[in-house]
């Protein structure tokens, strides 16, 4: 220990140490030399003599210097200097590597950020570890969702065996008006264990206390999200104790949560939260008893040591009880407990997630590996430059060992650069991604952080880069045969072409990784092409959507009837407007009604038959007009359909065929409500149209008019002549001449509204993401083809002469050149096809109306591979067609 | 005759030093070589420079102390000096080598026979 301490502080102290050391041994010298002189020696002899008995000066200097310091440290060091030295002097070498492998370690590091968020960072809450989520199947809903209110009261209260707490929260999005202007937030209802379960301590005031507001119509206070606070009111303090109206009741601020808490739900930062029992007011006073509204999100955090198969265990025994209690709604209830990251964004995801991060990382691991090779081909063909420097070095005395470290030294300082760039490059993608809005109006807020888990994987794959892209050509090099490098002086010889083997692997590796992701990359695209040619039954091309809530202004239902009346009235008189309607919801939107069951009329079921369930729209009465969906018997909602005319709906063909399979449903009645009524009476059947899910088969669904039930939110949808966006400033000027006030939100055209969350979010992501990995793996792979090749051609430009000189044509010459990139290529493309066929059934599952071996992707980007890589591979075999024999054989 | 020497055992180098310091009190780099040589009858093969080495090492290990100061003729010397660590490290060592020593001797002085 002492000793390190020691060595540690010589190293620091060289040039003292050394200047200390040169006195002294000259000193030991002279000495000698005297000593020597008294025996009767010459002063010339008796030095010589002295010099022979010491040893070589420079030897012992340097074992003492071994002894004395951290050698390795000092070797490290000089290496270091010298990599960096050699680096500088080959920047157009030095920037290509390091675009290359800043690509590939930052995709790497994008797609594991990904990953981070949505399968491994605890949310920063007390006890994040052992948060877990519980949520139900049920058969209404058979992925893993909600619970209802009086569910998860009882399994809360019986299941503090394995759980130290567990809690919930409902979202919503509500009105906040405050100072004549209102704006929507998305918020929580949560019970009053909340933020005392999840350990939250208030930036600001207080939050929802023990008790405070669990019980129904109680609890009217508000706490703020961290950045609406200061978006809204300007981070200013003073905001506790005011009132502001929440969907026009008052509430009263209390606090602000901290900033490092985006609230439960992973993917977007909560606005506010308010007690659950504001629930209890008005339309919603239902969700306290009923037990097919499933709304809670369930959190709960496990006892230490308990699991989550015990955890569950426990839970099931609750809901077995609660399906003999309840079999109306729960039976055949399935409740489940996931750990809380593997449950993001929802439970219904945890199945699936691992399998989409799984590829994702399988791509970009590939792109890495393209990445290696191709640096490892530039570091090869430096080396073949650099042998004549490497022999010199071994001549005058470097190990095999030395030379090795010092190659992949600059390898690994290359991949460290690299991997600093990858993680900025990465980064970056976290911020793209966190712009993109599939929740409507609000922003995806992703908690892109650079943790631990990150820097450990960045720092690894950068490792990992830094030896496999070092580590072929250093040992090559390291081999070289000095004799034979020293003698040749860099000339390639014909017999030597064998001895690039490696070289040729290499880029058929390469050629074959790009086009596994190019195929990946070609099926994801075709997927989403698919999905957008599929027929959605209704028509969202020339659609302006402009949503609005007269309840933000406080509005009375009927003055609001009267305001959307007008609006709608003026809106269809504006030039380049076809038809205009209004709806509650949009297709493939964020939100929908649904009822629990619908009952046909004069048809009691059985206590023991499901009662099926379906989505419903409230719509005015040129909705199917403005979004061309085909009424196919009856009729269409008309102006006469009022509050107090007979209640009518609109069914889908589902729905027809499912309630009165043998009948004519126009004309029949049924009930969204109970079996006993109230009934609403079928008017018309409309084509089935993809309403809730883009890849589910329709469900039942129908639409009310929206004079018979009226709902405060509302979404103005304008069929135009032209580009819907140019009409959008005409229609919000007409809200703004009827009220300056109110405000609407996502003003969009429907194509656009329909790359949300619900609609072709997913797969555009998917392809872009694959897309961009595509199109860096054929860059990648056309890139390392072209360097071989030209590389190739110029050590054979010796060689082209004495052909030339005997005779042959430039055309053969050309051929030959070209030949070379054809047979890398197409072994590259066929071994790639072979392993592309492996891997992309992993992916079957992830695409819509394609087969993950469809003939056309695979032929496709095979076909664009060999395309561009031959044009890129024209260059150097038309410049060594070019080669003048006599200039080609006079140059050594 | 040269070739005749006797190469040092890794490790004896470092105690002969350390014994020599402590039989015959401070001296330089030089002084503790030329001792080596003589006490040995010339029989080790001693690069005298590699002497520095065991010198930096013993004195990171705390086994002996340096300082600079006036030789026979008044020049500036560095000279070495063992320590109260130094001089039990050398116990130790000394016991370690006898008893290597006195075990070589009893091997070799095995007769072919089998008997003493």
């Given at each position: 220990m002492t000793t390190l301490v020691a060595r540690v502080a010589a190293f620091f102290r060289k040039r003292e140490l050394d200047r200390d050391l040169d006195r002294e041994l000259a000193m030991h010298l002279e000495l000698a030399t005297e000593d020597n002189i008294r025996r009767g020696l010459s002063p010339e002899e008796a030095r010589r003599e002295a010099l022979i008995c010491f040893g070589g000066v420079e030897v012992a200097k340097e074992i003492h210097r071994d002894a004395r310091g951290l050698p390795w440290l000092d070797s490290f060091l000089q290496d270091l200097r010298y990599a960096l030295r050699t680096l500088r002097r080959d920047s157009g070498f030095t920037a290509v590597a390091l675009l290359i492998l800043a690509l590939g370690i930052g995709a790497n590091t994008a797609v594991f950020s990904l990953g981070n968020v949505f399968l491994f960072r605890p949310l920063p809450v007390k006890d994040g570890d052992r948060l877990t989520v519980v949520a139900v199947e049920s058969k209404?809903?058979?992925?893993p969702g909600q619970i209802c209110y009086a569910d998860f009261l009882e399994y809360r209260a019986h299941s503090s065996a394995v759980f130290t707490g567990m809690t919930g929260y409902v979202m919503s999005i509500v009105g906040l008006g405050y100072r004549g202007h209102a704006d929507r937030l998305l918020m929580s209802y949560v019970p009053s264990n909340f933020f005392t379960m999840l350990g939250i301590r208030p930036a600001f005031g207080r939050l929802?206390?023990?008790?405070?507001?669990?019980?129904?119509?109680?609890?009217t206070v508000l706490v703020l999200g961290h950045s609406y606070w200061e978006r809204?009111?300007?981070?200013?303090?003073?905001?506790?104790g005011r009132t502001v109206s929440l969907d026009g009741r008052a509430v009263t601020i209390v606090g602000v949560v901290p900033?490092?808490?985006?609230?439960?739900?992973?993917?977007v930062e909560l606005d506010a939260y308010a007690p659950?029992?504001?629930?209890?007011?008005?339309?919603?006073?239902g969700f306290f008893t009923s037990r097919e509204d499933r709304e809670v999100r369930v959190l709960a955090t496990l006892r230490p040591g308990v699991s989550i198969a015990r955890a569950q265990a426990a839970l099931n025994v609750i809901g077995e009880r609660l399906a003999e209690e309840y079999p109306h709604a729960d039976q055949g209830q399935r409740v489940r407990v996931f750990s809380e990251p593997s449950?993001?964004?929802?439970?219904?995801a945890a199945d699936s997630k691992p399998l989409v991060v799984a590829v994702f990382l399988l791509m970009v691991g590939l792109v890495l590996l393209v990445a290696c090779f191709n640096v490892a081909n530039l570091l090869l063909a430096r080396a073949a430059a650099r042998e004549k420097e490497m022999a010199i070095r071994a001549a005058i005395g470097a190990g095999r060992k030395r030379l090795l470290r010092q190659l992949l030294t600059e390898s690994m300082l290359l991949a460290v650069a690299g991997g600093v760039g990858g993680a900025v490059v990465g980064n970056s993608v976290g911020y793209v991604l966190n712009g993109l809005r599939p929740l409507g109006d609000f922003p995806l807020r992703l908690a892109f952080t650079f943790d631990w888990r990150v820097f450990t994987y960045v720092a690894g794959v950068a490792l990992a880069a830094g030896i496999l892209a070092g580590l072929a050509p250093a040992l090559r090099v390291s081999r070289t045969d000095l004799n034979l490098a020293l003698r040749e002086g860099g000339r390639g010889l014909i017999?030597?072409?064998?001895?690039h083997w490696l070289r040729n692997g290499l880029v058929v590796a390469q050629v074959a990784g790009s086009l596994i992701l190019l195929v990946a990359a070609g099926l994801f695209i075709r997927s989403l092409s698919r999905a957008q040619s599929?027929?959605?039954?209704?028509?969202?091309?020339n659609v302006l959507n402009v949503s609005l809530d007269p309840s933000l202004q406080g509005y009375t239902e009927a003055r609001a009837e009267a305001f959307c009346r007008e609006l709608l009235r003026r809106t269809q008189t504006?030039?380049?407007?076809?038809s205009a309607s209004f709806a509650f919801s949009i297709p493939l939107g964020i939100y929908n009604n649904g009822a629990p069951g619908v009952y046909a009329e004069a048809r009691v079921p059985s206590p023991s038959e499901r009662v099926p369930g379906a989505g419903f729209n409230a719509v005015s009465p040129d909705y199917f007009t403005t979004l061309r969906m085909?009424?196919?018997e009856g009729r269409a909602f008309r102006?006469?359909?009022?509050?107090?005319s007979e209640p009518v709906a609109v069914v889908d063909q589902t729905m027809a065929a499912r309630l009165?399979?043998?009948?004519?449903?126009?004309?029949q009645r049924f009930s969204y409500?109970?079996?006993?009524g109230p009934f609403v009476r079928v008017v018309g059947v409309v084509r089935d149209a993809?309403?809730?899910?883009?890849?589910?088969a329709p469900g039942m669904y129908f639409y009310v008019p929206q004079t018979q039930n009226y709902q405060s939110i509302h979404v103005l949808q304008v069929r135009t002549?032209?580009?819907?966006?140019?009409l959008a400033p005409a229609v919000e000027g007409l809200v703004r001449e009827l009220d300056p006030n109110l405000p609407v939100y996502e003003v969009m055209s429907m194509e656009k509204a329909l790359e949300g969350a619900n609609g072709f979010f997913l797969f555009k992501v998917g392809a872009s993401f694959a897309g961009a990995l595509g199109g860096l793996g054929l860059l990648l792979a056309v890139v390392g083809v072209y360097g071989v090749v030209s590389y190739s051609a110029g050590r054979r430009r010796h060689e082209i002469g004495i052909r030339m000189a005997l005779g042959a044509q430039r055309v053969s010459i050309f051929r030959l050149v070209i030949g070379q990139a054809v047979v890398l290529l197409g072994l590259g493309i066929a071994l790639g096809v072979t392993a592309a066929l492996g891997v992309s059934r992993l992916l079957v599952s992830l695409?819509?109306?394609?087969?993950?071996?469809d003939p056309l992707t695979f032929a496709g980007v095979s076909g664009i591979l060999l395309a561009v890589a031959l044009v890129a591979c024209y260059i150097p075999a038309r410049r060594a067609a070019r080669v003048e024999p006599m200039a080609a054989l006079r140059e050594q | 005759m040269a070739n005749q020497k006797l190469d040092l055992l890794q490790g004896t180098l470092d105690v002969m030093v350390l014994q020599t310091l402590h039989a015959i009190g401070p001296l330089h780099g030089y002084g503790i070589a030329r001792r080596i040589e003589q006490i040995s009858g010339n029989q080790v093969l001693l690069n005298q420079g590699t002497i520095y080495a065991s010198l930096v090492r013993l004195q990171q290990r705390g086994w002996i102390a340096a300082e600079w100061g006036a030789s026979d003729n008044n020049r500036k010397a560095k000279f070495y000096s063992i320590t109260r660590n130094g001089r039990k490290q050398l116990a130790a060592d000394a016991a370690h080598w006898q008893r290597l020593a006195d075990v070589m001797g009893r091997m070799l002085a095995m007769s072919p026979g089998g008997q003493r």
């Amino acid at each position: 220990m002492t000793t390190l301490v020691a060595r540690v502080a010589a190293f620091f102290r060289k040039r003292e140490l050394d200047r200390d050391l040169d006195r002294e041994l000259a000193m030991h010298l002279e000495l000698a030399t005297e000593d020597n002189i008294r025996r009767g020696l010459s002063p010339e002899e008796a030095r010589r003599e002295a010099l022979i008995c010491f040893g070589g000066v420079e030897v012992a200097k340097e074992i003492h210097r071994d002894a004395r310091g951290l050698p390795w440290l000092d070797s490290f060091l000089q290496d270091l200097r010298y990599a960096l030295r050699t680096l500088r002097r080959d920047s157009g070498f030095t920037a290509v590597a390091l675009l290359i492998l800043a690509l590939g370690i930052g995709a790497n590091t994008a797609v594991f950020s990904l990953g981070n968020v949505f399968l491994f960072r605890p949310l920063p809450v007390k006890d994040g570890d052992r948060l877990t989520v519980v949520a139900v199947e049920s058969k209404a809903n058979p992925e893993p969702g909600q619970i209802c209110y009086a569910d998860f009261l009882e399994y809360r209260a019986h299941s503090s065996a394995v759980f130290t707490g567990m809690t919930g929260y409902v979202m919503s999005i509500v009105g906040l008006g405050y100072r004549g202007h209102a704006d929507r937030l998305l918020m929580s209802y949560v019970p009053s264990n909340f933020f005392t379960m999840l350990g939250i301590r208030p930036a600001f005031g207080r939050l929802i206390e023990s008790g405070e507001g669990d019980a129904p119509r109680t609890g009217t206070v508000l706490v703020l999200g961290h950045s609406y606070w200061e978006r809204r009111f300007g981070a200013d303090p003073g905001v506790i104790g005011r009132t502001v109206s929440l969907d026009g009741r008052a509430v009263t601020i209390v606090g602000v949560v901290p900033k490092e808490f985006l609230g439960p739900y992973n993917v977007v930062e909560l606005d506010a939260y308010a007690p659950i029992g504001m629930l209890g007011f008005g339309a919603t006073a239902g969700f306290f008893t009923s037990r097919e509204d499933r709304e809670v999100r369930v959190l709960a955090t496990l006892r230490p040591g308990v699991s989550i198969a015990r955890a569950q265990a426990a839970l099931n025994v609750i809901g077995e009880r609660l399906a003999e209690e309840y079999p109306h709604a729960d039976q055949g209830q399935r409740v489940r407990v996931f750990s809380e990251p593997s449950a993001r964004p929802e439970p219904a995801a945890a199945d699936s997630k691992p399998l989409v991060v799984a590829v994702f990382l399988l791509m970009v691991g590939l792109v890495l590996l393209v990445a290696c090779f191709n640096v490892a081909n530039l570091l090869l063909a430096r080396a073949a430059a650099r042998e004549k420097e490497m022999a010199i070095r071994a001549a005058i005395g470097a190990g095999r060992k030395r030379l090795l470290r010092q190659l992949l030294t600059e390898s690994m300082l290359l991949a460290v650069a690299g991997g600093v760039g990858g993680a900025v490059v990465g980064n970056s993608v976290g911020y793209v991604l966190n712009g993109l809005r599939p929740l409507g109006d609000f922003p995806l807020r992703l908690a892109f952080t650079f943790d631990w888990r990150v820097f450990t994987y960045v720092a690894g794959v950068a490792l990992a880069a830094g030896i496999l892209a070092g580590l072929a050509p250093a040992l090559r090099v390291s081999r070289t045969d000095l004799n034979l490098a020293l003698r040749e002086g860099g000339r390639g010889l014909i017999g030597e072409s064998g001895r690039h083997w490696l070289r040729n692997g290499l880029v058929v590796a390469q050629v074959a990784g790009s086009l596994i992701l190019l195929v990946a990359a070609g099926l994801f695209i075709r997927s989403l092409s698919r999905a957008q040619s599929i027929d959605l039954g209704f028509d969202p091309h020339n659609v302006l959507n402009v949503s609005l809530d007269p309840s933000l202004q406080g509005y009375t239902e009927a003055r609001a009837e009267a305001f959307c009346r007008e609006l709608l009235r003026r809106t269809q008189t504006l030039p380049g407007v076809r038809s205009a309607s209004f709806a509650f919801s949009i297709p493939l939107g964020i939100y929908n009604n649904g009822a629990p069951g619908v009952y046909a009329e004069a048809r009691v079921p059985s206590p023991s038959e499901r009662v099926p369930g379906a989505g419903f729209n409230a719509v005015s009465p040129d909705y199917f007009t403005t979004l061309r969906m085909r009424i196919l018997e009856g009729r269409a909602f008309r102006d006469g359909d009022t509050a107090t005319s007979e209640p009518v709906a609109v069914v889908d063909q589902t729905m027809a065929a499912r309630l009165w399979p043998h009948r004519d449903a126009v004309g029949q009645r049924f009930s969204y409500q109970a079996a006993s009524g109230p009934f609403v009476r079928v008017v018309g059947v409309v084509r089935d149209a993809k309403i809730t899910s883009l890849l589910d088969a329709p469900g039942m669904y129908f639409y009310v008019p929206q004079t018979q039930n009226y709902q405060s939110i509302h979404v103005l949808q304008v069929r135009t002549v032209g580009p819907p966006e140019a009409l959008a400033p005409a229609v919000e000027g007409l809200v703004r001449e009827l009220d300056p006030n109110l405000p609407v939100y996502e003003v969009m055209s429907m194509e656009k509204a329909l790359e949300g969350a619900n609609g072709f979010f997913l797969f555009k992501v998917g392809a872009s993401f694959a897309g961009a990995l595509g199109g860096l793996g054929l860059l990648l792979a056309v890139v390392g083809v072209y360097g071989v090749v030209s590389y190739s051609a110029g050590r054979r430009r010796h060689e082209i002469g004495i052909r030339m000189a005997l005779g042959a044509q430039r055309v053969s010459i050309f051929r030959l050149v070209i030949g070379q990139a054809v047979v890398l290529l197409g072994l590259g493309i066929a071994l790639g096809v072979t392993a592309a066929l492996g891997v992309s059934r992993l992916l079957v599952s992830l695409l819509v109306g394609v087969s993950a071996s469809d003939p056309l992707t695979f032929a496709g980007v095979s076909g664009i591979l060999l395309a561009v890589a031959l044009v890129a591979c024209y260059i150097p075999a038309r410049r060594a067609a070019r080669v003048e024999p006599m200039a080609a054989l006079r140059e050594q | 005759m040269a070739n005749q020497k006797l190469d040092l055992l890794q490790g004896t180098l470092d105690v002969m030093v350390l014994q020599t310091l402590h039989a015959i009190g401070p001296l330089h780099g030089y002084g503790i070589a030329r001792r080596i040589e003589q006490i040995s009858g010339n029989q080790v093969l001693l690069n005298q420079g590699t002497i520095y080495a065991s010198l930096v090492r013993l004195q990171q290990r705390g086994w002996i102390a340096a300082e600079w100061g006036a030789s026979d003729n008044n020049r500036k010397a560095k000279f070495y000096s063992i320590t109260r660590n130094g001089r039990k490290q050398l116990a130790a060592d000394a016991a370690h080598w006898q008893r290597l020593a006195d075990v070589m001797g009893r091997m070799l002085a095995m007769s072919p026979g089998g008997q003493r």
